[in-house]
């Protein structure tokens, strides 16, 4: 890269145009197998994360990943692990009424953050406004500074989350349950 290209970051990958049809068969295997071996849960899967990636956020949605299951939590790390200059892990408490670091986890979510993962999301006082804040997109002010956010969100935990009567959380969070075990 040269500074023409106009690029800050780069993946640390060794493109290549060459496919290898063993590995993609392994990981369309193993997707599924996460995905509870149902086709239209990983076909959904795909699109969110792709979705995050665009860094668009007219759905103003979030997913919510339940079960008693290590592979919610495995989806998320490989999206990590494949894209790390676009995703974050914050802390099981950020979303919580009352989390003295919400502003400075937030602020770990600036561009070009697409994704953010809050694994075992802790559902007992959880604030739908601050959350709603979040899906939705709105500027988020930290040390009088907007923070406008890019990304989107994927929790995971092992109950359903308490929402209420709440019809506009229940709007945002679109929970797909996990079962299978590795």
């Known amino acids: 890269r040269t500074k023409a290209d106009y690029v800050s970051k780069c993946l640390d990958i060794n493109y290549t145009e060459e496919i290898d049809g063993n590995i ?7 997707l599924t197998r996460i995905c509870n071996d149902d086709n239209s ?3 959904f899967i795909l699109c969110y994360f792709g979705y995050c990636l665009t860094g668009e956020r007219s759905s103003q949605c ?10 919610k939590s495995m989806l998320a790390n490989i999206f ?12 099981r408490k950020t979303f919580n009424e009352d989390y003295p670091k919400y502003d400075k986890q937030l602020a770990m979510t ?5 994704f953010v993962f809050v694994d075992d999301v ?5 604030d739908c406004s601050t959350l709603k804040d979040f ?5 988020v002010v930290y040390d009088d500074v907007n923070i406008n956010i890019q990304c989107k969100l994927y929790c995971t935990s092992d109950t359903d ?16 349950k996990f079962t299978n075990k590795f």
Do not use: W
């Open 80 to 91: 990590m692990k494949a894209l790390p200059i676009y995703s974050r892990q914050l802390h």
């Open 24 to 30: 993609i068969t392994e990981v369309k295997i193993t």
């Open 110 to 114: 600036t561009v070009p953050i697409r």
């Open 41 to 43: 849960l990983l076909n």
């Open 161 to 176: 989350p308490k929402f209420g009567t709440d019809e506009s959380m229940k709007r945002r969070c679109i929970l797909t």
């Open 122 to 126: 802790d559902l007992n006082k959880l």
């Open 135 to 139: 899906v939705d997109g709105d500027p």
């Open 62 to 71: 979030f997913l919510m990943a339940i079960g008693n299951s290590e592979s």
